[in-house]
């Protein structure tokens, strides 16, 4: 038995000599690498390089969610307005604000059958005839608009 208990300190020796070797060489390969003035340099490019990536995702994500909000806004104050202008008798108007509400509107379907419940009936059906001529104002609108960012002048 005196030989299997030196077997087990020596084997205890051996891996408590590997450990500390094994540390003794991280610590001399992570000096020697932070002590490389290239390697600060790096580093911080690469930090920087990674915020950049940040900054660019939540940036695109803040815009799209201030599009967004810019949209809701814009569709509100088109309501609104709409509502306004039929208060006061002027259909012409009203009619006008809320054809451009539907045309931001994510759910026109939706927004169509509250206009048909709400509005009266004339009211309504001069929104019908004018809703396809505002749609087609908008897309001649985008296309202008399109050749304009086309355009390399």
Request: aromatic share 10%.
């Amino acid at each position: 038995m005196p030989c299997v208990r030196t077997l087990l300190y020596l084997l205890a020796a051996l891996g408590a000599c590997g450990a500390v070797a094994f540390l003794g060489y991280c610590v001399y390969f992570d000096q020697k690498r932070r002590d490389d003035p290239g390697f600060k340099r790096r580093l911080r490019d690469k930090r920087r390089a990674e915020q950049q990536k940040k900054a660019k995702e939540q940036g695109v994500q803040t815009g799209e969610f201030l599009k967004n909000e810019k949209l809701q806004e814009f569709f509100l104050q088109e309501v609104q307005m709409g509502e306004l202008w039929l208060s006061r008798g002027e259909h012409r108007m009203g009619i006008e604000h809320l054809s451009n509400a539907i045309l931001v509107c994510g759910q026109p379907q939706k927004l169509l059958q509250v206009f048909k419940q709400t509005l009266p009936p004339m009211v309504f059906d001069m929104l019908m005839y004018k809703l396809p001529l505002v749609c087609q104002k908008f897309e001649a609108e985008m296309n202008e608009q399109e050749c304009l960012e086309d355009d390399p002048e």
